[in-house]
């Protein structure tokens, strides 16, 4: 029935597809109006057909089959995570919590350690007791979990348990290399010939990892989910390299790394690139040259995205992470920790961590995200998406490579450049609202007020801050031989415009003078209102007045700041000079659009407009100098 159905209706060729279009377009620009002009270094077009799969090599491989670009594993599980500070070594607190999360859905958990107070196996024994070792994995990390000894005391209370070997799963963050990315220096001279000794200690455990290739630093600098890739490969590449002139087979070495990514906000695009990473990270190692199937599968542990956090509006950010969470699961990583919404602000308390929890939760238990492998694949758009990705950043992998690897291109500051290429054009496209940040730079909600917890420092990029609190300068008195990558969320410049006005001890209004055509002054009043709301300037809207004169008057006895006058272009010419003459100076006159009229405008004095043209935050800063608002 089906295929006499279908063929009554027979295939249209591409021509005739783009024909219709073209038509529909009356004019346009197909270019401007249709491709996305992406920052990852390729365009995507408006639609994809069947025949853009052909020249696609690994369409038709298997999950858990070279290039494991549908995943590593015939089964989409992945592991819940979430995270415990135990640094002021409180090892019993800190294992008093963790069992508690496992019976709250936590499947896999995270130690941040300060390893000069987590020194023995009994250490160990206090802080993993009464935990399965052989059922939830363990990862560590701590600004001095650096060294082979906590390894080896790690291993030393695995071994006193008596448990299986094969079946502990643990991740200690040894990375030198991203303390060079992220201070520019590494710790010590030294640093490889430890890792060389970690991966030695840890060679009779398969699944106890130690060497981390970290490309969230990417990530929170604004870099394209392109240069997230080739970095990261390129981390992958140098440790290689470095540890395999220390001795250490290739095989023995890839075996031992796991990569960590943020998922952004792109959902098909974050999704494209998980697939791509596993396929280009195969093809690294087989280049190295070993046989091992087991060495060429990438371990992947994701979080959620916190380059997008916002602190106005902070509960937009759940939905942010879901939509994060569902790509980074559908697209196969191993393991997952949701960031809480409050992250960027405070330290998440059992609200928002609880709701980052089950938002995992949710998705395996009703979305039934762990019972298809890949669903993605197929699909015209995804396969061509994760093969222009991987194109790009095969391409970008290999110019670093070609030219010394990650460490001298880092140390030149290439790779530095090349991200804040991008981060320039993510911050202007959020300045001028070509890239959205619900909440922040536009639909704020009018009425919202930062709490006290919010502050300069964190809504500030030059003061890095975590879970509110300000960072530490590193004790490490090491000369930097490169400039550090500094992460910050993309949402900063516009919450510390409105933090200005909030902290400033004044009430600004804007009132919106709404007069003659409907449908226009309505539009652009609702246009304004956002605009000013941005900024935490309190709005006054009106549906309409019969007058200008009634709405002059109006806006005078309100005491607003800035009046905004919502007509139509046909009526300003007319309209707003009788406005300036009714204020009479004694508020700002701001014109919303940009109206034909705009030079009689200006030389009858009127020099304020708004528009989409507009670019907000800049806009925005000189009406906060006019008001008397200081910049923090």
């Excluded at 609200?351 to 938002?359: D, E, G, L, T």
């Excluded at 009703?366 to 694949?377: G, T, W, Y």
């Excluded at 009106?542 to 806006?555: C, L, P, S, V, Y």
Aim: charged residues 25%; negative net charge; contains cysteine.
């Amino acid at each position: 029935m089906a295929n006499k159905l279908f063929s009554e209706f027979p295939p249209v060729p591409t021509e005739k597809w783009e024909e219709v279009i073209i038509k529909d377009l009356k004019g346009a620009d197909y270019e401007k109006r249709l491709v996305w002009k992406t920052h990852e270094g390729f365009n995507v077009r408006p639609y994809y057909r069947a025949e853009d799969l052909r020249n696609l090599r690994y369409i038709g491989s298997k999950p858990g089959c070279f290039p494991f670009v549908r995943g590593t594993k015939k089964e989409n599980q992945w592991y819940i995570h979430q995270g415990i500070c135990a640094c002021d070594g409180n090892l019993a607190k800190a294992n008093s919590e963790a069992k508690e999360l496992l019976t709250k859905g936590v499947e896999s958990l995270g130690f941040y350690l300060d390893t000069r107070k987590v020194q023995t196996k009994e250490d160990f024994a206090l802080l993993l007791g009464g935990i399965d070792l052989t059922v939830v994995p363990v990862s560590f990390c701590g600004c001095s979990l650096q060294n082979v000894e906590t390894l080896q005391n790690f291993i030393a209370y695995v071994d006193s348990t008596g448990v299986d070997k094969d079946a502990v799963n643990a991740i200690f963050d040894f990375n030198p290399l991203m303390t060079l990315t992220t201070k520019g220096y590494f710790c010590e001279e030294s640093s490889f010939e430890k890792l060389a000794e970690c991966v030695k200690a840890a060679q009779e455990y398969k699944n106890i990892r130690v060497i981390t290739v970290d490309a969230t630093t990417f990530n929170g600098a604004g870099a394209s989910s392109t240069q997230e890739l080739a970095f990261a490969l390129a981390e992958g590449s140098e440790y290689i390299a470095l540890l395999k002139d220390l001795g250490l087979s290739v095989k023995d070495i890839a075996k031992k790394m796991v990569f960590v990514f943020s998922v952004g906000s792109s959902y098909f695009m974050e999704i494209a690139k998980f697939r791509a990473a596993r396929m280009l990270w195969a093809n690294v190692v087989e280049a190295y040259g070993t046989d091992s199937t087991c060495a060429k599968k990438m371990t992947i542990f994701a979080y959620t995205g916190e380059w997008n956090q916002t602190v106005y509006d902070s509960y937009v950010n759940m939905l942010r992470a879901t939509t994060e969470a569902m790509s980074a699961a559908l697209a196969g990583v191993d393991y997952l920790e949701v960031v809480p919404f409050d992250f960027a602000y405070q330290v998440p308390g059992e609200f928002s961590n609880r709701i980052a929890r089950n938002v995992q939760s949710i998705l395996k238990e009703e979305s039934n995200f762990d019972k298809v492998v890949d669903p993605a694949a197929g699909s015209y758009y995804i396969e061509n998406l994760t093969n222009s990705l991987a194109e790009a950043a095969w391409k970008l992998f290999t110019d670093v490579e070609s030219a010394g690897g990650y460490v001298v291109k880092f140390k030149e500051g290439f790779i530095q450049s090349e991200i804040k290429a991008v981060s320039d054009k993510k911050d202007k496209n959020i300045a001028t609202r070509r890239e959205i940040l619900l909440g922040t730079n536009q639909y704020p909600n009018f009425l919202e007020v930062a709490d006290e917890v919010i502050t300069k420092e964190i809504v500030s990029r030059e003061i890095p801050t975590l879970m509110g609190m300000k960072m530490e300068e590193s004790c490490c008195c090491r000369e930097k031989i490169a400039e550090p990558i500094i992460p910050y969320r993309g949402s900063q410049a516009f919450e510390k415009l409105r933090l200005a006005t909030d902290r400033s001890g004044k009430e600004p209004k804007a009132f919106m003078l709404t007069f003659g055509n409907l449908a226009m002054c309505r539009a652009r009043a609702q246009f304004s209102s956002n605009f000013f709301a941005v900024a935490g300037i309190r709005v006054i809207d009106n549906n309409r007045f019969d007058t200008i004169e009634e709405g002059a008057k109006a806006a005078l006895e309100s005491g607003a700041q800035i009046v905004v006058a919502c007509s139509s272009d046909e009526e300003y010419a007319e309209a707003v000079p009788q406005i300036a003459k009714l204020l009479g100076g004694k508020a700002i006159l701001v014109v919303a659009g940009d109206p034909a009229c705009r030079e009689e405008l200006v030389a009858a004095g009127i020099n304020n407009f708004i528009s989409v043209k507009s670019n907000v935050l800049e806009t925005l800063k000189e009406y906060q100098k006019m008001l008397g608002i200081v910049e923090l």
